[in-house]
């Protein structure tokens, strides 16, 4: 009875509930096509519609997610989810709101979507085989009425979760933010067949079984986990018999949906966009990126290039890992960056922020808005302050930084090509960038209070630690006899050996590793120093090389029952600056 869900397809979704009728006011009725003989009806009553587990079954069949924005911006529903149809992303926030006062991870939305966030970071096909899926929807606006419709935007996977602020009404609350890889199914014909959600509801099947109804990508991305969803990701045309929604401008995000929502009020508007910026309809890749941040057009002084542009590109990114706006409005940019110029800039260099404000614009990476027309020379300080135009990165850079891979590659760019000679720690602490200068991140939260005098004060120190498996470390080394996988290096003790386990992509933030054997290599202490620090990097034939200059520093040795993920070396070398592939 089971019929098939179409990427793109408007279906009716009314109060009466009825199965048994295919068209409704000339839409297919949802109840229609997801009717089953086993299962309960679904649910699009809420922002998040879990299916519930059938008696005596551990799956739960399918997570349906609903996203509309009449009420977006509003006290109710404070956020602004963004649809990124066409390259396969969506932002999606959880329930939690200020006036909760249960902790922020137990509203029935939040708890849900971090269950189905742990089963789609699960470390095995057998694990991953018995994930939920997720079915993305956005209410629509149809025959004149914004209520009763939804848009199938896809079938999604979790990559990503944060803990983050908001604010409504002056007020701040946690919440969480959801960032979602759409599945590319151009192979199955831009379909989802219910049949597949149905034989997940049987608990008689085996998790295995159940993939023979699945989609393609959803099959694949079982077999090969996250690392595989940047291939499986969705980068064709959004498919749909209707009109396509109208596309909005910047949304609260900092983003710019391709897809579906309206934009919030904004009261600062007064221009276009710069025709110097880059365009959304550009396609920008991560090679593309590097490439500009390498070749910038600097100034240079007494041979030296001026980091006038890349502190204020570095600064701009760390706006986007904050959450913030990727436009910043004058004022704010010219206190802010001005401070890190006074600061971090050339010696002898004037603290000019209006220069990189204006003159990023060349880089195809930057955008300006909110300037008259006519302004088409470089205005004078006066002329932004009096205007308080915005600048910031432009939207395909945005897109692109969301990937956290590309993100700490730019970071290592900008710093080694131009910020090489600055005090490397003090910049990223006052940028909040401290986790993206080492392969371990930020691990620790201190709190600290004395608690007494004597020949050596006391303190009372208050920890907060990821908690990690001795098992997994006791078992890999076991493999490697505690030698070194680099030099081969093994450590006498007085009564047995010694070696370190090194996370490849940290546990901490913003790095946020799996404590996983494939995530695992073992070093000897110098080793594990410089490659937690980046010094060395494991490059893709497994020579290890030395990041400043790629001296070969040695052999990175294998073992068949320790399987590494490639995944996480391309993170860690994307960490150094190296080509990320």
């Known amino acids: ?193 219910w049949a597949w959600i149905e034989s997940r509801g049987n608990p008689g099947l085996a998790a295995i079984d159940t993939l023979a109804h699945a989609p393609h990508p959803w099959t694949e991305w079982v077999k090969g986990g996250q690392r595989t969803l940047r291939e499986l990701r969705r980068r064709t045309p959004f498919p749909s018999g209707e009109d396509k929604p109208s596309l909005p401008p910047v949304l609260e995000s900092g983003h710019e949906s391709l897809g579906l929502f309206p934009p919030p009020r904004r009261s600062d508007s007064i221009a276009s966009p710069s025709p110097t910026s880059t365009g959304s309809r550009e396609r920008l890749t991560a090679s593309m990126l590097m490439d500009r941040l390498t070749r910038l057009r600097v100034h240079q002084k007494n041979g030296q290039p001026s980091r006038h542009k890349p502190l204020a590109l570095l600064w701009a990114i760390s706006k986007i890992v904050a959450g913030e706006p990727r436009l910043a409005p004058w004022r704010q940019f010219r206190n802010e960056v001005g401070e890190l110029l006074a600061e971090f800039g050339l010696p002898g260099s004037s603290v000019t922020p209006e220069y990189p404000f204006w003159h990023l614009q060349t880089s195809r990476l930057w955008e300006l808005q909110g300037l008259p027309p006519e302004q088409s020379t470089k205005p004078h300080a006066a002329t932004f302050d009096k205007f308080n135009p915005t600048a910031g990165l432009s939207q395909p850079v945005v897109h692109l930084l969301d990937d956290s891979l590309i993100r700490s590659q730019a970071i290592a760019v900008l710093r080694q090509t131009y910020l090489a000679d600055v005090q490397q720690h003090a910049l990223m602490e006052r940028l909040a960038l401290s986790g993206y200068e080492s392969a371990s991140g930020v691990t620790d939260d201190r709190g600290e209070q004395e608690t007494g005098a004597g020949p050596a004060s006391r303190r009372t120190v208050t ?19 505690d030698r070194c996988q680099v030099c081969s290096l093994q450590l006498s003790t007085r009564f047995s050996t010694y070696s370190e386990a090194a996370h490849i992509r940290g546990l901490g933030r913003p790095h946020n590793g799996p404590d996983t054997l494939s995530n695992l290599l073992v070093l000897c202490p110098n080793h594990h120093v410089q490659f937690d620090a980046l010094a060395i990097y494991v490059a893709t034939d497994d020579t290890v090389r030395m990041t400043a200059d790629d001296t070969l520093v040695g052999q990175l040795r294998r073992h068949p029952a320790h399987q590494i993920d490639e995944a996480h070396l391309r993170y860690h070398r994307a960490l150094c600056g190296r080509d990320g592939k």
Request: charged share 25%.
């Open 1 to 193: 009875m089971a019929g098939r869900l179409r990427v793109g397809e408007v279906l009716r979704s009314a109060q009466n509930r009825d199965p048994s009728v295919p068209i409704i006011d000339g839409y297919r009725n949802i109840h229609y096509v997801t009717a089953s003989h086993t299962l309960p009806q679904i649910q699009l009553s809420k922002g998040v519609n879990p299916m519930a587990r059938p008696k005596n079954g551990k799956r739960r069949p399918a997570i349906l997610i609903r996203s509309s924005p009449w009420k977006a911006g509003t006290a109710a529903t404070p956020w602004h989810d963004v649809f990124d149809l066409e390259n396969g992303r969506v932002r999606y926030f959880g329930d939690h709101r200020v006036d909760h006062t249960v902790p922020v991870g137990s509203t029935p939305g939040n708890a849900v979507l971090l269950e189905a966030f742990a089963e789609h970071r699960a470390s095995t096909g057998v694990q991953r085989a018995r994930a939920v899926p997720l079915f993305v929807f956005a209410a629509v606006s149809r025959n004149k009425t914004p209520k009763g419709y939804v848009q199938f935007c896809g079938l999604a996977v979790i990559e990503h979760v944060e803990l983050i602020e908001q604010e409504t009404e002056g007020r701040s609350f946690p919440n969480y933010r959801y960032d979602m890889t759409l599945l590319d199914l151009s192979a199955d014909d831009e379909r989802v067949d």
């Open 463 to 481: 920890l907060s630690r990821v908690v990690r498996d001795s098992e997994l470390t006791n078992k890999v080394k076991s493999l490697h006899g």
